[in-house]
Nanobody
Framework: QVQLVESGGGLVQAGGSLRLSCSAS????????MGWFRQAPGKEREFVAA??????DTYYADSVKGRFTIFRDNAKVSLQMNSLKPEDTAVYYC????????????????????WGKGTLVTVSS
């Protein structure tokens, strides 16, 4: 069982920045893709960004390209969010899935192996 713990959510004004972090209870070099999804009020959960299990590939949703950057250091993944918009308001979930590429994780949504409990990001206009 892999545990994922997120941190870094909060309230920020539009145009501001936040950095989310997620720590996973996996060994260094473990073959898990790690990424971020989000769920806005009244909407389905959607993919945001991911780092593949080979640690060499990343993938982003079109809505965050150029604004969000995902970083990975073994069992920790971070999401730097810049130029935030009110529509970025959501609960952000860390996710991990074994032997998955970043692009493949983008279409998995509910099929991911492990989820964190989520951290709330609120962007005010």
């Amino acid at each position: 069982q892999v545990q994922l713990v997120e941190s870094g959510g909060g309230l920020v004004q539009a145009g501001g920045s936040l950095r989310l972090s997620c720590s996973a209870s996996i060994h260094t070099g473990s073959r898990y893709a790690m990424g971020w999804f989000r769920q806005a009020p009244g909407k389905e959960r959607e993919f945001v960004a991911a780092f593949g299990w080979t640690y060499s590939d990343t993938y982003y949703a079109d809505s965050v390209k150029g604004r969000f950057t995902i970083f990975r250091d073994n069992a920790k993944v971070s999401l730097q969010m810049n130029s935030l918009k009110p529509e970025d308001t959501a609960v952000y979930y860390c996710a991990a899935d074994a032997f998955t590429s970043a692009q493949a994780m983008a279409v998995m949504t509910d099929g991911v192996d492990y989820w964190g409990k989520g951290t709330l990001v609120t962007v005010s206009s």
